[in-house]
C-alpha cells in the first residue's frame, strides 16, 4: 500500500491498528509510545489478555497527518522488539467482498441493503450462486452475478472459478450468506480467517443440514443463528456472533424456519461488520471481538 497523504495535506487520517503477541509488561506503552512518537492521536483502544493462552490482544484507532507508509516504519522497530502479529488498515476503508448464496434471499439482501446504504463497510464486485434465483436481486442492486454450478464432478472447476474471481476483483473477504455447499478443505484453508458463514443455529448444536428440523424434534425453547469463520471442519470455525429467539411447544417447523431467518440475517451482518471493522481478533478456536 502507498502513501495515502500527499505531501503538505494536513487534514488527519484514520487508521486502526490490530495487534497480538505473548502477553508481557510494556506492550501498551511501547505501542502508544511508538503512535505518538509518529504524530498519531488515540482516539479509542481497547486491549485483552487471555489468560489460558498468555496471548494479548488489541485494536487501536488512530488519527494523524503522518502517511501510511512511515506510521508503518514505526510500528516496525515496536513490531520487532515485542514480536508482535500486527496490521494496519485505513480506517472506513470498504472491504472488497464476494458474496455466496444459493436461493434463500434474505440473508444476502440484508448485506446488500446495508451496503448501499452506508451502513456496512464492505464494497461487493461480485455476487456468485449454484442456482440462478437470485440473479435478479444482483441486477436490482447493480453487481454482476455469477452463476457457477456445482456437482460432485464439477466441484473442484467450481471452486477454481470462484478463486479465479477473488484474485481479479481483489477480494478481502467472502462471505457464505446461505451457500448451501460445502466447502473442500483446500478453499477453506485458503480462505482461512477470510470467509464467514451464517449457520442457521445456535452452535455447537444442531450442526449440518437441517438443524431447524433436528431443533424442532428436540423440543428445544430457543433457537438461533451463528456466525463464524469457515474452517475445513464442518461448523467448527471460529464463531463470530451469535443470536437466539424463543419458540414455543405448538410451533411447526416452518415456523421455526421463518422466525429463524430475521435472527441469521441478523448475525450475519452483524458479524461482517465487526469484521470490515477490523474489530475480530482469531484467538486459536476462539475469537476476540472488540466492541
Not at 486502526?16 to 504524530?39: F, K, M, N, Q
Not at 501510511?68 to 467482498?97: D, I, Y
Not at 477480494?171 to 460445502?182: G, I, K, P
Request: with cysteine; hydrophobic share 40%; net charge negative.
Amino acid at each position: 500500500m502507498t502513501d495515502l497523504i500527499p505531501t503538505g495535506q494536513n487534514t488527519p487520517h484514520g487508521y486502526v491498528l490490530t495487534l497480538s503477541c505473548d502477553d508481557r509488561p510494556g506492550i501498551v506503552h511501547a505501542v502508544a509510545g511508538s503512535l505518538l512518537e509518529a504524530g498519531c492521536n488515540i482516539t479509542d483502544s481497547q486491549q485483552y489478555g487471555n489468560p489460558d493462552t498468555g496471548t494479548f490482544f488489541m485494536r487501536v484507532a488512530v488519527e494523524t497527518t503522518t502517511t501510511f507508509s512511515r506510521l508503518r516504519e514505526h510500528l516496525e522497530q515496536v513490531g520487532a522488539e515485542f514480536n508482535l502479529k500486527w496490521q494496519l488498515h485505513k480506517a472506513g476503508a470498504p472491504l472488497r467482498t464476494i458474496i455466496l448464496a444459493s436461493k434463500a434471499a434474505h440473508c444476502i439482501n440484508d448485506l446488500l441493503f446495508l451496503q448501499r446504504s452506508g451502513t456496512l463497510p464492505i464494497e461487493i464486485p461480485a455476487i456468485v450462486s449454484n442456482h440462478r434465483d437470485l440473479e435478479p436481486l444482483a441486477q436490482f442492486y447493480g453487481i454482476p452475478f455469477y452463476y457457477i454450478p456445482v456437482t460432485a464432478d464439477t466441484k473442484a472447476q467450481a471452486e477454481a472459478a470462484l478463486l479465479e474471481l477473488v484474485a481479479e476483483h481483489d477480494v478481502e473477504l467472502v462471505v457464505l450468506a446461505r451457500y448451501m455447499q460445502v466447502l473442500s478443505d483446500d478453499l477453506c484453508n485458503h480462505l482461512a480467517g477470510k470467509a464467514i458463514n451464517i449457520h442457521h443455529s445456535f452452535l455447537p448444536s444442531f450442526k449440518g443440514a437441517k438443524p431447524y428440523h433436528q431443533a424442532h424434534a428436540r423440543g428445544v425453547k430457543i433457537i438461533g443463528a451463528t456466525a463464524h469463520y469457515v474452517t475445513a471442519a464442518l461448523d467448527e470455525g471460529p464463531i463470530i456472533e451469535q443470536e437466539v429467539i424463543r419458540v414455543a411447544h405448538g410451533h411447526s417447523v416452518e415456523k421455526f424456519v421463518s422466525v429463524g431467518r430475521a435472527v441469521e440475517a441478523r448475525t450475519l451482518a452483524q458479524a461482517v461488520q465487526w469484521h470490515a471493522e477490523h474489530r475480530v481478533l482469531l484467538d486459536g478456536h476462539r475469537t476476540v471481538v472488540f466492541d
